[in-house]
């Protein structure tokens, strides 16, 4: 009872609390939140009316997927699993949560977006944060030292979603990696060809890939004058340079970080380049870049992935870019990122052969994203062995977000299911004939269906058809019962044959092998 | 500092607690835990060490997929999924976790075991406990009132782990469901003919798929003088005697739940029964029984099922089991549950028209339940709007235990990847010979690995082929490409046949399009 007090005095506070959202007009999502909890604390209370009142949505940041997104997905996967299985990877599957401690210090900053379960007496749990850190977690427990492998599953974030533009709470990764000690640069490209294997398949419109070296990024700001310690910061600011224009960032860097200003000069006039191997042999050359040791092993690499990125067939789309600088903490060596660029832009390797700076192009954001990582399963390993790793994760979600709205900009239907044959009859009392009936199709591994009802309109069960796409339509009659045929009757065209029974399925097939 | 302090002194106390464990002999698992918390508290003292000390595990109750389990895995879903489709099934995806108060009031006794999230401010979540509550709101939310969908997800239980027994924490549910106002068993009897066609699909060995209905043991309770009352927990003591035998069920019936002797014998007549069509009919007769409108209901229903299920050719392996009695609160109408039987059991269906009892058959436990539940997606409409539903979850992870254990005994190698040829040298220096060729083989859609080593040996090569089942290997020398030639090893007979350049990706589909 006392209990039941305490509660009806948190509803209290929490009612103050909505309405005083409301009467700020604070944001639906806010408001939404605080107006869930009162509704479970009064759902604690109970009471007899039986009927609690539902707010009927699913948690922010998060979405159902329908029947046609799931069509749209399961067609996205086919290509991109295709093309992962083509190069041989194997799959694993790692829990949904792991030990807080195994995401611990991984993620930097990102880290308070961590979902954590709630301790209800027993080990501390998070939801995974991305595959990476799993794979990885995975390698070090059961001492794997080389592996192809891909992984698709979902993460989760407690991010600000944007849904509209693809970015949820709860969210599928689609990650592709390659562990093991081998000769530079050969795994790094064969990432490359995946990409580009991936995006061309999805027919996404014409696409760029970005390269650059974390061991490039390193040198370039000790030669321009970057303090040691501000290496991490610094770099975050360029990453910025796909959202904002060159002034801010420097601004950025000056103003907010304390960089010096002819530092983050010379660091603009590097980030401004793009080209391909030339460029990397070019540096190699630059009195500054020389300098540094680290620049110049990056360089060498770059080189040697351009190599083999020719014989890969691949380099009309890549583009070495400076300005490149992937926000995780744990890349070591090359890293790369995926866009869509809009229509128009000029052939990246024909830039990149004249050294002439890109024409400006559109970025309509990263589809994919991925680079070496030497370092983290040595993190996971108790005597700090490592596994060298070298990987790329597509960013399935936005690629669904686009095949969806260029669906349904098209007139293409998307079916939902796969059914070849509907069993119908234009006549009453044969629900048994027609159970019968399906039953021979279903055996002999036909895709059919038979509406639920004794005494279905031949209409309605027509029109089903319509709507989900079926094909064909196997109609029985008195007559057709009696003569020992079913007429099958093709959707589309209305055209109507009688089919002897033992013919029927043979029919079928012939009339659906293309579907 | 004062909070560094803080957490040393829990650290202090933690520690305790882990040595009181240790000196107790407590559970490994129970340790296991505590240790973690332990860890994770020094890890937020940080220390300047850099290397954590890390438990390497998985969450309790959960695990990795290998590379080989996956394969296995990806066999029983092809199965089924390809049965779903079948049978016209649509599918769609819900999130990982619901707002709390979805779940609550849906699982009874059972709602201590769900997984909340920890408040971090926000909506309070839970993760899914099934599929079929995130159903009921999916519908509920999209005002669906008729479907026909499959799912087939993770979901999470704070239970005791029995791992060895396909008992996890987080694990694989695979639901077919048929929402919609259908006359009565059509879509019942389709349900029981997919578990038929699964089970005998997936080549488990003999079943046997056990019907009651809810309101046949409503009737029956009330007409054996079970109070109103008592019906909830004297249905989840029948509900044991797949694992106890009668005299067991009674005396808890009895002793713990203070039944009357009286009622407790007359269930156990009941309760006894098995049986088909003529079962039902016999207890439509029956003086007690039939004096129960609800009972009569269920028996014509059951009389009505077996119809369908004749039509369906799938009697051989269904009975109506009067002790069946599924646990879970919300279904309303017909139950069933399949069992895999040990050999030797008699066909159900002689048992069935002897009206004999079903001579002792060992169950190995149960692999796929269901039933109808009427009232759920009303428990969220706003107003109480009911959609009747009909569905079947398919216990997959006990099959995946099976099947694991089945290959396991077998001399079959599951082959984890999908490689047709490795492209391979004999020589040294033909590395980018070797890409080039590969590059060919990925772009005409060919599954082809290349070793990641500039000089590979050519015996480490072949045996990459043993040991990953890849069937042919394409070798490159000075001479090969001299003469514009490959020459193509079939791994298993180590024959070896020079091709044309032109002509070998028809030879390798050709020799590959059996696998």
């Not at 993620?107 to 979902?115: A, R, T």
């Not at 562990?179 to 760029?208: H, N």
């Amino acid at each position: 009872m006392e209990h039941k007090a305490q509660i009806q005095e948190a509803i209290k506070i929490q009612g103050e609390v909505v309405r005083k959202l409301k009467s700020e007009k604070a944001s639906k999502d806010q408001i939404d939140e605080e107006v869930a909890k009162l509704l479970e604390l009064k759902a604690q209370i109970g009471g007899d009316d039986g009927k609690h009142q539902f707010v009927l949505k699913t948690a922010k940041g998060t979405r159902d997927y329908n029947p046609k997104q799931m069509a749209i997905r399961e067609r996205v996967f086919s290509t991109i699993i295709g093309c992962f299985k083509r190069h041989g990877a194997e799959t694993i599957d790692t829990p949904v949560f792991e030990l807080k401690e195994m995401l611990t210090g991984k993620y930097g900053e990102d880290s308070k977006l961590i979902y954590d379960l709630k301790d209800q007496g027993g080990e501390l749990l998070s939801l995974r944060y991305d595959l990476t850190v799993p794979f990885a977690r995975y390698l070090a427990m059961n001492k794997i030292t080389n592996i192809k492998r891909y992984h698709i599953a979902k993460v989760y974030r407690r991010d600000n979603p944007a849904m509209t533009r693809g970015r949820y709470r709860e969210f599928y990764q689609c990650d592709f990696d390659i562990a093991g000690q081998y000769d530079a640069m050969i795994p790094d490209a064969e990432c490359l060809k995946i990409v580009y294997e991936i995006l061309s398949g999805l027919d996404l419109g014409d696409f760029r890939i970005k390269v650059n070296d974390r061991r490039i990024l390193d040198g370039m700001f000790a030669v321009c004058g970057v303090p040691d310690d501000k290496f991490r910061t610094i770099c975050s600011t360029v990453d910025k340079l796909d959202k904002m224009p060159w002034e801010d960032v420097r601004k950025e860097m000056v103003n907010e970080k304390g960089l010096s200003e002819e530092a983050a000069d010379q660091i603009g006039e590097y980030v401004s380049l793009q080209g391909g191997m030339d460029l990397a042999e070019r540096l190699l050359q630059d009195q500054k870049m020389s300098r540094s040791k680290q620049a110049c092993a990056g360089l060498s690499d770059i080189k040697l992935l351009f190599t083999y990125l020719q014989l890969f067939q691949v380099t009309d789309k890549v583009v070495f870019d400076l300005s490149l600088a992937r926000g995780l903490d744990y890349y070591t060596g090359i890293i790369y990122e995926a866009v869509l660029t809009q229509a128009g832009v000029a052939p990246v390797s024909t830039e990149a052969q004249n050294g002439a700076p890109a024409e400006e192009s559109v970025s309509v954001g990263s589809v994919a994203g991925g680079g070496r990582y030497d370092g983290l399963v040595g993190m996971f390993d108790p005597k700090g062995r490592k596994v060298p790793c070298v990987g790329v994760s597509i960013g399935i979600e936005r690629i669904f977000s686009i095949m969806e709205q260029k669906t349904e900009a098209s007139a293409e239907k998307v079916r939902t299911t796969e059914v070849q044959v509907m069993v119908a009859s234009a006549q009453k009392n044969l629900l048994e004939e027609r159970l019968q009936l399906v039953t021979e199709l279903w055996n002999a591994g036909i895709k059919a269906e038979v509406m639920y009802k004794k005494n279905p309109k031949l209409l309605s069960q027509l029109q089903h058809c319509e709507e989900s796409g079926i094909p064909l339509v196997a109609i029985l009659g008195e007559q057709e019962l009696k003569d020992g045929v079913v007429k099958l009757r093709v959707v589309a065209s209305r055209e109507e044959v009688d089919v002897s029974r033992a013919a029927l399925i043979e029919e079928i097939r012939r009339r659906t092998s293309e579907a």
